[in-house]
Antibody, heavy 121, light 107 residues
Framework: EVQLVESGGGLVQPGRSLRLSCTAS????????MNWFRQAPGKGLEWVGF??????????EYAASVKGRFTVSRDDSKSFAYLQMNSLKTEDTAVYYC????????????WGQGTVVTVSS | DIQMTQSPSSLSASVGDRVTITCRAS??????LNWYQQKPGKAPNLLIY???TLQSGVPSRFSGSGSGTDFTLTISSLQPEDFATYYC?????????FGQGTKLEIK
């Protein structure tokens, strides 16, 4: 079965760090770009950032709201993607999803179940 | 950044109705436009990509059309499981912006 599973969410104080993990199964992970999204309580979807496959250099791009604070990485040998979140703010509180880019047209066809991050003192 | 505007923000309809949701981009995205369905507490589900291509496994009552800046998602005959929130998303350039969502409710 093709699936993604996120982990690592929790309650964290403002200014602290947290690392989310996304484990993939059922497909050739290294062939795909991987994205992170988030959804604040009662709000819409926001793209956070992505990492390209190694075939395309493994480069990353980020939303302006997280650039310089968040880092996406990947370990193809373990089929993992990561989202390192530093200098967290209360406005980073959200459900975080990882998702696979199907490749053509950059549509996101496989999603994890989400992990909740709450930033609060 | 390319902004995406959906209308309406909410919609009440009955089982069996034909429903159309509109999405407008602030500049041309050619056909780099995708549609997702999201149910409460669940991850989004890809319905349509490239403006009009049905994702594998998605019922044929869903269809998409448009190009450039104006797009529509149509559900030809609403089923009970279709009551959800729908989002368009442009993938022409980063940042990948979503529309604000259209909540489809039972009348």
């Amino acid at each position: 079965e093709v699936q993604l599973v996120e982990s690592g969410g929790g309650l964290v104080q403002p200014g602290r760090s947290l690392r989310l993990s996304c484990t993939a199964s059922g497909f050739s992970f290294g062939d795909y770009a991987m994205n992170w999204f988030r959804q604040a309580p009662g709000k819409g979807l926001e793209w956070v950032g992505f990492i390209r496959s190694q075939a395309y250099g493994g480069t990353t791009e980020y939303a302006a709201s997280v650039k310089g604070r968040f880092t996406v990485s990947r370990d193809d040998s373990k089929s993992f993607a990561y989202l390192q979140m530093n200098s967290l703010k209360t406005e980073d509180t959200a459900v975080y999803y990882c998702s696979r880019d199907r490749g053509e047209y950059d549509a996101f066809d496989i999603w994890g179940q989400g992990t909740v991050v709450t930033v609060s003192s | 950044d390319i902004q995406m505007t959906q209308s309406p923000s909410s919609l009440s309809a009955s089982v069996g109705d034909r429903v159309t949701i509109t999405c407008r981009a602030s500049q041309s995205v050619t056909n780099y436009l995708n549609w997702y369905q999201q149910k409460p507490g669940k991850a989004p589900n890809l319905l349509i990509y490239a403006a009009s291509t049905l994702q594998s496994g998605v019922p044929s009552r869903f269809s998409g059309s448009g190009s450039g800046t104006d797009f529509t998602l149509t559900i030809s005959s609403l089923q009970p499981e279709d009551f959800a929130t729908y989002y368009c998303q442009q993938s022409y350039s980063t940042p990948y912006i979503f529309g604000q969502g259209t909540k489809l409710e039972i009348k």
